[in-house]
């Protein structure tokens, strides 16, 4: 059985060669890898689906439709809340009454699902909550994803291109979704992507980090 430490030490390695093949950030390579994202098989009818049904249900105040719509976000882009969870997770989604909040691009309010998520003992999804919540004002909230995660940690030890102190993807876990906002806002700064929301940002990151991770050794290794 390999101990934490060994597993640790090959995270490092992996981590530290795939730092060494990043391609620089420009325009044209965000345009690439939105493209890709756009054309994938999976993908691509998959945001059309969800942005088609959240044109259709644009407010949070009608349970079914809080229900149909964390389902296929749930299922569609892997936001692994059981399925034995997500009409209670719903439930909590309608009393918090958060159309005013997403309006605003008020992002206290992912800090808030999170918590009564927690009260209630339901899955603790980040990464659902912030995909929810993006659907709903893409200018406003960014996703966090385990890929995108780890794309900002490698460009960050390679550019330094924030002011805050992270290096490893789990450093983002922990220090706050509005800090996590400030990191995606210092990106698009500092590689002077000015016109890219959020969304688009996360399609290149995400594309991007899963051309470049192996998907196994990824998957045993970061999550």
């Keep these: 059985m390999e101990m934490n430490g060994e597993k640790d030490s090959r995270l490092n390695k992996l981590k530290e060669a795939l730092v060494g093949d990043l391609k620089p950030v420009t325009k044209e390579l965000i345009e690439e890898y939105v493209e890709k994202f756009r054309r994938d098989e999976r993908y691509g009818p998959a945001e059309i689906a969800i942005s088609e049904l959240i044109s259709r249900f644009p407010k949070n105040d009608d349970f079914s439709e809080i229900l149909y719509k964390a389902c296929v976000i749930n299922t569609l882009y892997s936001a692994q809340v059981k399925n034995k969870n997500i009409v209670a997770v719903s439930e909590i989604i309608k009393s918090l009454n958060i159309d005013?909040?997403?309006?605003?691009?008020d992002i206290s309010i992912v800090v808030t699902i999170r918590e009564k998520l927690k009260e209630g003992k339901l899955d603790d999804s980040y990464s659902f909550v912030t995909?929810?919540?993006?659907?709903?004002?893409?200018?406003?909230?960014?996703?966090?994803?385990?890929?995108?995660?780890?794309?900002?940690?490698?460009?960050?030890?390679?550019?330094?291109?924030?002011?805050?102190?992270?290096?490893?993807?789990?450093?983002?876990?922990?220090i706050g979704y509005r800090e996590f906002k400030?990191?995606?806002?210092?990106?698009?700064?500092?590689?002077?992507?000015?016109?890219?929301?959020?969304?688009?940002?996360?399609?290149f990151l995400y594309w991007y980090g899963k051309e470049r991770y192996n998907p196994k050794e990824a998957a045993d290794l970061i999550d």
């Design 131 to 174: 995909k929810y919540c993006s659907w709903h004002n893409q200018e406003a909230f960014p996703i966090y994803d385990k890929i995108v995660r780890d794309m900002l940690c490698d460009y960050q030890r390679k550019d330094g291109f924030s002011n805050a102190s992270f290096n490893f993807g789990d450093d983002l876990k922990v």
């Design 100 to 105: 005013d909040a997403l309006k605003r691009g």
């Design 182 to 203: 400030n990191i995606i806002e210092e990106f698009i700064s500092s590689y002077k992507l000015h016109g890219y929301n959020f969304k688009l940002i996360d399609m």
